[in-house]
Each structure stands twice: as structure tokens, then as C-alpha cells.
């Protein structure tokens, strides 16, 4: 007899697979996420549907389910003030903590860049991932995985070390550093500390490597320049 297994609230729940899905190991099971708050009721974290063969799964590999909240689908900001209205948010909202894992951030930007391709209008999209982290990445292996699948999409991912950690594994992910593992590089690594007093530097390294990934990009899809054919 299978059972499935799930924690609520630090108790230990057991449903058979009969109860669960009537023993059909790829039927649709919706899970609901909540934060819960003895103060006030819960709030939903997200939705997800999966199946009993993908949660077995879980016992031997890592598994990930995209919490989708209906309330919360727009992941747009207006401008850097509502970047920092967002960043502001999710501190009062998230407990910070280890480990950092950032490839699941990585594939999920690979797949908005791969939908917003093309725009409504006819314009082309690209997308570029700022990720700002004090410390090296704990999934380095899975990193590097996700960075591999992403080259062939509109995308090119720009890392900062913040602080005084030690980044040099970080390095790995830079295709500059790296060229010979991977095809088009579409990552810039850049030590915020070596920058700190120069902003102009600090913006030119950031963007160094820019201009020639989009280039990289359109051109292997052969997309030409709006208003242009390609040659």
C-alpha cells in the first residue's frame, strides 16, 4: 500500500494513495500553500498541480513545483521605484536565510524571457537578470545547468558580489572564464567591492559584455534589427 506523506503544521499526516488520487498515480493533485498566521488567516503563498508519480520523485531527486498565486501573476514593476517597493515587501514577508540556491531563479527568468520573445505589437524582447548576492551560490552545480539551457534564449544574466565574501567560484559561471564548457556566454560576474568607488567603471563593467550577447543572440536566430533584413 502506498501512502503519501505531508507536514502541517508539524504534525505528521498519512493519506493513502486510494484516498488521494483513487490509486492513479498521474491523476491532478491541486496544492495549496499558505502562510500560516496565528494573529490572522492564513495567506495563500500559491497553487501548484502535480501528481503522485512526481512527489514519489522527490525521494530520490530535487523537485520543483512553481507556486502560481492568481492574485499575483504580474511580476512587472513601474521603474526603480517599484523595484524597491517590491524588494521593501518581500523583506517583511521572507525570513532571509541559507542556503542560496539560484538556479530555480534562473530558469524561471529563462522562461519569462522565452514568452516575452515577441511582444504584442510585433517588437522583440530581451531580458536581462540582475541578481545581487553576498555570498557564492550553494547550487553551483545546478547554476551552471540552468545557465547551459538558457543560451539559446533571449536572455543574459548579470551577477554582483556584494561584500567581503569569498566569490571566486563565482567565476565559473562568467563565460569569459569559461568559454570552452559553453556556447554563447551570457554572464557577466562583477565584484561590487573593486567597482565600489567608481560608479561610472562599476556601470561600464556591468554592460560591458551587453551589446555583443543581444547581438549574439538575434543573429543566431537570424532575427534582424526591426525596420531590417538580415544579409
Known amino acids: 500500500k502506498q501512502w503519501y506523506q505531508r507536514r502541517v503544521r508539524g504534525r505528521q499526516v498519512e493519506i493513502s494513495s486510494s484516498q488521494l488520487c483513487n490509486g492513479d498515480e498521474n491523476a491532478r493533485i491541486k496544492i495549496k500553500v499558505y502562510d500560516f498566521d496565528e494573529a490572522a488567516a492564513p495567506d495563500l503563498i500559491g497553487i501548484c498541480e502535480v501528481t503522485l508519480a512526481k512527489m514519489k520523485k522527490c525521494k530520490k531527486e530535487l523537485v520543483e513545483f512553481d507556486l502560481i498565486n492568481p492574485k499575483k501573476q504580474d511580476p512587472n514593476c513601474p521603474g526603480i521605484e517599484g523595484v524597491i517597493g517590491a524588494y521593501q515587501t518581500a523583506l517583511q514577508n521572507v525570513a532571509l536565510s541559507g542556503p542560496t ?19 504584442p505589437s510585433g517588437g522583440q524582447g530581451y531580458l536581462i537578470l540582475l541578481i545581487l548576492t553576498d555570498g557564492q551560490f550553494t ?10 539551457a ?5 536572455i543574459s544574466i548579470i551577477i554582483v558580489g556584494v ?4 566569490f571566486s567560484s563565482m ?25 565600489a568607488h567608481a560608479p561610472t567603471l562599476l556601470a561600464r563593467e556591468l554592460l560591458a559584455e551587453l551589446p555583443g550577447q543581444v547581438e549574439k543572440y538575434f543573429t543566431s536566430k537570424k ?6 533584413k538580415m544579409h
Not at 163 to 166: F, M, Q
Open 139 to 148: 547550487d553551483m552545480s545546478a547554476c551552471v545547468q540552468a545557465i547551459q
Open 171 to 195: 567565476e565559473y559561471l562568467d563565460g569569459d572564464r569559461n568559454s570552452g564548457t559553453r556556447g554563447r556566454d551570457i554572464v557577466q560576474f562583477v565584484p561590487y567591492n573593486k567597482f
Open 163 to 166: 561584500g567581503n565574501a569569498d
Open 223 to 228: 532575427i534582424a534589427p526591426l525596420g531590417m
Open 150 to 154: 538558457a543560451q539559446s534564449s533571449p
Open 101 to 119: 540556491n539560484c538556479a530555480p531563479i534562473i530558469r524561471t527568468a529563462t522562461r519569462y524571457a522565452n514568452s516575452c520573445a515577441h511582444t
